[in-house]
């Protein structure tokens, strides 16, 4: 049984530039969270979709924007990056219940 | 404002003695609480949670205490194991708000 995976691993991005991040959720969930996590800190919830909707947002710019597919994967998606956008982007997943989520090995993002 | 509080950035332990890592909360709209261990390059992974209406969550070798009158809350692992090591995160919820500490690295020391 996979679990939540996330793609890519790393990435590396200039200023200005948007970014893409992806995530598949554990088989059988069908709601997707996105966290950013900075050097340090604990995870920061930006978003939850479910049923192909934002649910919930957390204290998060426009710049940060998500999506979900059919299939109950999502995608991340941050416009116009800034140096402080640099982080651990985490996906996590779950069936309906909010607080029993499973994380992916999240994605490292590098804003240079 | 942080709503969920891990004081501690690091705790050390000898292998087999007892690990406490402590939590406080600010908001008392919170209604469940979950630990997470996290170790390098992986995502956080559930341990064990507990709701509000509840004081003590046992599962093995964790232990997990809520002082709702205090906000604050307990990790116990008893015994602590080498493989333990890893950061862990308090995380609280209420409603559709999920909030997560800052984390304590834990090492235990064989």
């Known amino acids: 049984d996979a679990g939540v995976t996330q793609s890519p691993t790393h990435l590396i991005k200039t200023r200005g530039q948007q970014v893409t991040l992806r995530c598949s959720p554990k088989s059988g969930h069908d709601t997707v969270s996105w966290y950013q996590q900075a050097l340090g800190q604990g995870p920061q919830f930006i978003f939850q979709?479910?049923?192909?909707?934002?649910?919930q947002r957390g204290n998060f710019p426009d710049r940060f924007s998500g999506h979900q597919f059919p299939n109950y994967s999502s995608e991340l998606n941050v416009n116009a990056l800034l140096l402080g956008d640099s982080a651990l982007y985490l996906c996590a997943s779950s069936l309906a219940r909010f607080y029993e989520q499973y994380f992916g090995p999240g994605t490292r993002l590098t804003v240079t | 404002d942080q709503q969920v509080k891990q004081n501690s950035p690091s705790l050390s332990v000898q292998e087999g003695r007892i690990s406490i890592l402590n939590c406080d909360y600010t908001?008392?709209?919170?209604?469940?609480f979950l630990w997470y261990k996290k170790y390098p390059a992986e995502g956080p992974t559930f341990l064990i949670s507990i709701s509000s209406i509840k004081d003590k969550n046992e599962d093995g070798r964790f232990t997990v205490f809520l002082n709702k009158s205090a906000k604050h809350l307990s990790l116990h692992i008893v015994p602590s194991q080498p493989g333990d090591s890893a950061v862990y995160f308090c995380a609280a919820f209420y409603g559709q708000n999920f909030v997560f500490g800052p984390g304590t690295r834990l090492s235990v020391l064989p």
């Open positions: 979709y479910y049923e192909e909707e934002e649910r």
């Open positions: 908001n008392s709209m919170f209604d469940y």
